[in-house]
């Protein structure tokens, strides 16, 4: 599966998951065959991406959840954030209890710090994006050894980080900030402070959740935001980081980048924005280049990643489908062990 931007679709594409308007309702169901026809009613629609089913035999694909969990997960997120308004905060306690089933599904999975995992570019849906960073700041505190009530209460924030933006009506799906009026941009830097001051009088959520809730946008250099401060806890940083990279890679307040493109951006803010050994546990366990990813060599072939090598997340395995010429090849080569063959870019 993967995201495809709806004016790139050809019409021999199937759907993979249930293509939603903004306001989540289902246009056309998982499994349709996406005809002309309907292309056309999708972009009439301003529905901008789609979930498509690729053929990829032999790739290995390492998911943090499975996806009929993630989506379980997703629509709980969604329901009880959805029903929330100002000041009325009961059903977000439930939050609680969602963030312990998300932990303990992780801590399930035999090897769960050992492994590559392959997160993927998605769409700007702000509850999917709560789960995935439930998910892999979860990971980054096992693998600092952090105590189980920090992992719970890193658990809890991940899921109510951006409570504030329900509280928002401007555009941040897949746009840069700097696109915003100033009136519009002054506003979306206020959400972790809308957030944090909704569950600042309540008591079944710690303050250490509370604190991360209003400082997961600030950074190293007092360059984030809402309060541009330095003073950062251990935990605040692993989910301004976190979050940092998956908002990346889902186009939350900013344009949609590969994997690849946020890696770098972590790489060249290391220590600088972000502390740099929670930047090296995160992209421990994160495929540069996913399974399933089209690409190209320094060779100029094309090639689709087929899986990752554990001790190496930017060489992975590579089946090569065209080599230099154009002409149609099927060889698999491990890019771990050339050391004169790099990926060179990425195609889809």
Not at 11 to 16: K, P, R, V
Not at 36 to 49: G, T
Not at 269 to 296: H, M, Q, S, W
Not at 310 to 322: M, S
Request: glycine share 4%; charged share 30%.
């Amino acid at each position: 599966m993967r995201l495809c931007k709806v004016e790139d679709l050809t019409g021999t594409e199937i759907l993979a998951k249930d293509a939603m308007t903004l306001e989540y309702k289902i246009l056309l169901s998982a499994g349709t065959p996406l005809k002309p026809e309907y292309i056309q009613k999708l972009k009439e629609l301003n529905v901008r991406d789609v979930y498509i089913k690729e053929e990829t035999p032999d790739t290995k694909e390492v998911v943090i959840l499975k996806e009929e969990l993630e989506e379980s997960f997703r629509s709980k997120v969604k329901n009880i954030l959805e029903k929330h308004t100002y000041s009325h905060n009961e059903n977000l306690m439930e939050l609680c209890q969602t963030a312990d089933y998300i932990i303990t599904n992780i801590l399930e999975e035999e090897e769960v710090v050992e492994k590559i995992y392959d997160i993927k570019e998605r769409s700007s849906d702000i509850y999917e994006h709560s789960i995935n960073l439930c998910s892999m700041a979860t990971i980054v505190a096992l693998k600092m050894g952090l105590h189980q009530e920090m992992v719970h209460d890193i658990g809890v924030s991940s899921l109510l980080h951006d409570l504030g933006l329900r509280y928002l009506e401007i555009p941040y799906e897949n746009q840069n900030l700097d696109e915003l009026t100033e009136f519009e941009y002054a506003e979306y830097k206020k959400h972790p402070i809308y957030g944090y001051s909704t569950l600042r009088d309540e008591n079944w959520i710690s303050e250490s959740s509370k604190n991360m809730i209003l400082y997961h946008h600030e950074r190293l250099d007092g360059s984030g935001y809402p309060l541009k401060t330095t003073d950062i806890s251990q935990e605040c940083r692993i989910i301004e980081i976190c979050d940092a990279f998956d908002e990346m890679i889902c186009g939350i307040g900013c344009k949609r980048k590969k994997v690849y493109e946020a890696v770098k951006y972590l790489r060249e803010n290391r220590d600088i924005k972000f502390e740099g050994k929670i930047v090296d546990i995160l992209l421990e366990f994160t495929a540069v280049y996913p399974a399933g990813t089209v690409i190209k060599t320094s060779e100029g072939e094309t090639g689709i990643v087929l899986y990752q090598n554990k001790q190496y997340p930017d060489r992975p395995v590579i089946r090569i489908t065209k080599d230099r010429n154009g002409t149609a090849v099927d060889v698999v080569k491990d890019l771990a062990e050339y050391n004169d063959l790099y990926i060179d870019e990425v195609i889809v």
